[in-house]
């Protein structure tokens, strides 16, 4: 039986609903299994690693968070990491660009 994961991960409803929009573009561009691969990993990294895996950008102090960024495959994505509570909580999740999930021409920003 595996070991319960060491973190817990809080995802928005718009980070539920952004996951579900990438999965069904996912799957229409062909790249289902390549997608599902990249979600399950993420999801492992933030749940058992998540300062050891992404990279640190800020420190939040007073609020004891750590601000940091992840690539893998597909996706990457922005997490705050409360160390002491051992939670993750999901800022963003994104398609990297070129690699068949975002919408070339598409302003980002927009």
Do not use: T
């Not at 940091?68 to 996706?75: E, T, V």
């Not at 990491?81 to 021409?105: A, F």
């Amino acid at each position: 039986m595996p070991s319960p994961p060491k973190f817990k991960l809080i995802w928005s409803e718009k980070n539920r609903d952004a996951v579900r929009a990438l999965g069904k573009k996912a799957i229409h561009r062909g790249l289902k299994k390549e997608f599902l691969d990249s979600i399950e990993f993420i999801i492992e990294k933030l749940s058992e690693e998540p300062l050891g895996w992404g990279d640190p950008l800020y420190s939040y102090k007073a609020m004891d968070l750590s601000l940091c960024h992840g690539i893998y495959f597909l996706l990457h994505i922005y997490y705050a990491v409360d160390e002491n509570k051992q939670i993750v909580y999901v800022q963003e999740l994104l398609p990297i660009p070129g690699l068949g999930l975002d919408d070339p021409g598409r302003d980002p920003a927009a």
